[in-house]
């Protein structure tokens, strides 16, 4: 009889065990029920645990930890700073009602569209930065592909020059000048060198070095640049004698505010006090009186979406150059508002414009960072310059600089884009020779190549000839 006492031990142990399985698997269901596919998330909120979250597989429940000095962004799915994770309290990412706005059956009448709830209203509420359903789902589904109220896709029989300017894709050349992006022996290579934030005497003299009316177009006229100006610690004589040499002032803000997430944000009125107040204080103590300070850059690039637009408009602002496109072979030629972007928002929680808008956008087309690209695996492209952190000596850049100049020259001459903070050039000596470099022999072997403000960029897309 002493097997069978063995024999029900065994059978309870094994009904205990399959018990438990259950219990688990039931209490994975219930955490991966309602995550979206391969979204993280914590099991236990608070600071010391904010290191740490999980992710549904098929092969079941998998534990991610950051890096020593990061904490997880529930928002951005990604390791971060800690300082710059606020959710660390949280368990998952906020979940947003989306709006009913492809049903089988109508909901609404004309021109109005159905909340997450139901209720209709009025088109043109949705995506405009105020929640006007009572869940919120308006202001939830406004990306470039699904904003009821985006842009329509470029169509060149409405989009004509002078005032607009698109292409399906981006790489169109102006003026059918290139139509097949190949052998464009008609269009001038043009170069933008722009500068961002103060003009004072930190940074004087370098300009003095590069702009030393020595270095000259085919024209005859000296090269040209832009600077992106904010107020903090500018020097406004030094403004006015740059503007007077024939260089674009733009504007790069008043504060210059360090919270990246104030731009993404910021309001209307918030972007008209930081751009129209700088053209403002730009034109009064800068002595600039010919209206040509008619361009911006968002501080850090984060872009205000619809509403920096809107504020671009009403302040009668030309361009913007705050926008960049993912490394790409043809690169991207600047495009008016008008229509749909040609390209997908790139970078991490970045605000794109979605609807309509009457300013040209002179996109920031990313460069190629590698140092040998027939070999090299491919790597994720830098906008700013300074932000390629893989340039290590001045070897290094001439062959970078010289690499982007050709995939622009080859292909479609694109404008190339080299945006710089002054200080990555001042506390570099040897980067700076190699651009001094690189630039009097691109204008030495090269008489298409044209070193020009946006301005001009946009001046010749709208009459290319």
């Not at 024999?7 to 309870?12: F, G, P, Q």
């Not at 979940?95 to 706005?101: C, G, I, M, R, Y």
């Not at 990555?424 to 630039?439: G, I, Q, S, T």
């Amino acid at each position: 009889m002493g097997w069978l006492r063995n024999l029900a031990v065994v059978l309870v142990v094994s009904g205990v065990s399959c018990q438990d399985d259950d219990d688990e698997l039931s209490q994975e269901k219930k955490l991966c029920q309602d995550k979206s596919a391969g979204e993280l998330f914590r099991l236990k909120a608070g600071k010391d645990a904010c290191r740490d979250v999980i992710q549904c597989t098929a092969a079941g429940l998998q534990a991610i930890r950051c890096p020593p000095g990061l904490a997880f962004d529930l928002e951005k799915q990604t390791c971060d700073w800690k300082w710059a994770v606020k959710n660390c309290d949280k368990l998952t990412k906020e979940k947003k009602v989306k709006p009913l706005l492809v049903t089988d059956e109508p909901l609404c009448e004309d021109n109005k569209l159905a909340c997450g709830d139901a209720i209709c209203i009025q088109k043109e509420l949705f995506c405009d930065g105020k929640k006007d359903c009572n869940d919120g789902s308006d202001e939830n589904s406004c990306d470039i592909d699904t904003d009821p109220n985006r842009a329509p896709p470029c169509d060149k029989e409405i989009c004509k020059l002078p005032d607009c300017f698109c292409s399906e894709d981006g790489t169109s050349v102006p003026g059918d000048l290139c139509p097949e992006n190949d052998k464009c022996v008609r269009v001038p290579q043009m170069v933008m060198v722009t500068f961002d934030d103060a003009i004072n005497n930190n940074n004087i003299d370098l300009y003095k070095e590069i702009f030393n009316k020595q270095r000259r177009n085919p024209n005859g006229c000296d090269i040209k640049a832009t600077f992106f100006v904010s107020h903090k610690y500018t020097n406004y004589s030094a403004v006015e004698d740059m503007h007077r040499l024939g260089h674009e002032i733009a504007a790069h803000s008043i504060t210059h505010n360090d919270d990246e997430t104030f731009w993404t944000e910021a309001s209307v009125e918030d972007w008209a006090k930081e751009m129209a107040g700088s053209r403002l204080i730009i034109e009064k103590f800068g002595n600039i009186t010919d209206n040509s300070v008619v361009g911006t850059r968002a501080p850090y690039l984060r872009v205000g979406g619809n509403r920096q637009f809107k504020m671009m408009e009403e302040q009668s602002f030309l361009y913007d150059s705050s926008i960049t496109a993912a490394l790409r072979n043809p690169p991207l030629w600047p495009y008016t508002m008008y229509f749909k972007m040609p390209h997908r928002c790139h970078g991490n929680l970045q605000n794109c414009p979605t609807r309509s808008h009457a300013v040209w956008e002179i996109v920031m087309n990313e460069l190629d960072r590698r140092e040998d690209p027939t070999i090299d695996e491919e790597l994720a492209g830098c906008a700013m310059v300074d932000s390629c952190s893989n340039i290590l000596n001045g070897d290094q850049f001439y062959n970078f600089l010289t690499h982007n100049f050709y995939r622009h020259f080859d292909q479609n001459r694109a404008p190339l884009g080299l945006f710089y903070h002054a200080a990555w050039l001042k506390n570099n000596p040897e980067y700076l020779d190699a651009f001094l470099y690189w630039v009097d022999e691109v204008l030495e072997q090269h008489p298409e190549v044209y070193f020009v403000t946006m301005t001009q960029v946009i001046q010749w897309i709208q009459n290319p000839v």
